[in-house]
């Protein structure tokens, strides 16, 4: 079903690649390489292994949701859309190249808001009058809390009073610095006196392993990290840190129906444009990813991969 429903999304996609000699196709960049949101380090053996493995494999989910906002735009136009990956300089380079364009909406930028921002604030060429600005909030990925298989961790409770019990710091992996369950637990800590240390691997997958190796007892990671593994008897869900539960596990709670009401982890992922961007402009874009095909094959296709459209 999902190969059948991605080859359904690479169709018109290419087609709109073909017919781009006539009319000057509009370009959405994003800043997310082959393997997703985070990038894999690794040596050069190391990467041309994984970059063999990704011929064969399924998309990452981000290019999976480029592909469908490209459709989008392309069908409420009928104007053709190029998807242009810029990973380099961890997403710099995609911030520069759209707040740096044609202030008339023909470049556009996927992101999280987080990877948006954060990379904006980075370099030095990204001024107030070439930041960006939003335009439409397309899909949502909530973060989960994982423990081992093995603890005796059964709730967002049980983590609380083990980390106010505890004499020592307790070790809670992250997909890395810059994601929002990392800052989240940075505030979780702080805002209830915690003795919580988060540590940042690289990326979703590499911290659920860590648990799942008992390096670590818990970790908050990516939904789509933890999809694959549902069932395995080495990693267990406690609860989505999300306002509501997520349907891809309707059976888990939410850090709210915890007990924790004020915390949160979820990336939102929007398309922005350069700031000067005009708003009848960025009004027209909203329109168009709003009437985004809102079926429920497509809605179930995205739960599966662990997002939300959120238009």
Excluded: W
């Excluded at 079903?1 to 196709?25: C, N």
């Excluded at 300089?89 to 995609?94: C, I, K, T, V």
């Excluded at 001024?127 to 899909?139: H, N, S, T, W």
């Amino acid at each position: 079903m999902h190969r059948l429903l991605i080859a359904l999304l690479f169709f018109p996609f290419t087609h709109a690649q073909a017919s781009s000699e006539a009319v000057k196709p509009r370009e959405l960049v994003h800043p997310y390489p082959a393997t997703g949101p985070v990038e894999i380090a690794g040596t050069v053996a190391v990467n041309k292994v994984l970059r063999t493995m990704q011929r064969y494999a399924m998309p990452a989910f981000t290019d999976v949701l480029a592909l469908h906002v490209a459709q989008t735009l392309q069908g409420e136009s009928d104007d053709p859309v190029r998807v242009t990956r810029r990973p380099r300089q961890d997403g710099n380079e995609a911030v520069a190249a759209v707040s740096s364009a044609a202030a008339d909406g023909r470049t556009l930028l996927l992101a999280s808001g987080m990877a948006a921002a954060s990379s904006a604030r980075t370099r030095s060429y990204a001024r107030a009058d070439r930041a960006l600005q939003p335009v439409a909030l397309v899909a949502s990925m909530p973060y989960v809390l994982i423990a081992s298989g093995e603890s005796s961790l059964e709730s967002v409770g049980a983590v609380i009073r083990e980390a106010r019990a505890a004499r020592d710091r307790i070790l809670i992996a992250s997909a890395g610095e810059r994601s929002a369950g990392h800052l989240a637990m940075q505030l979780l800590r702080s805002r209830y006196g915690l003795p919580l240390e988060p540590v940042a691997y690289n990326g979703g997958t590499a911290a659920l392993q860590a648990v799942a190796t008992k390096q670590v007892s818990t970790a908050l990671v990516p939904l789509p990290a933890v999809l694959p593994y549902l069932g395995n008897a080495r990693v267990k869900v406690l609860a989505t840190a999300a306002p509501r539960r997520h349907p891809s596990i309707p059976h888990v709670e939410t850090t709210a129906e915890a007990g924790l009401t004020d915390f949160e982890a979820v990336d939102l992922f929007g398309v922005f444009a350069p700031a000067r961007t005009p708003p009848s402009v960025i009004r027209e874009l909203n329109v168009m990813l709003a009437r985004s095909p809102q079926s429920e094959p497509t809605r179930q296709f995205f739960s599966e991969l662990g997002l939300r459209l959120e238009h």
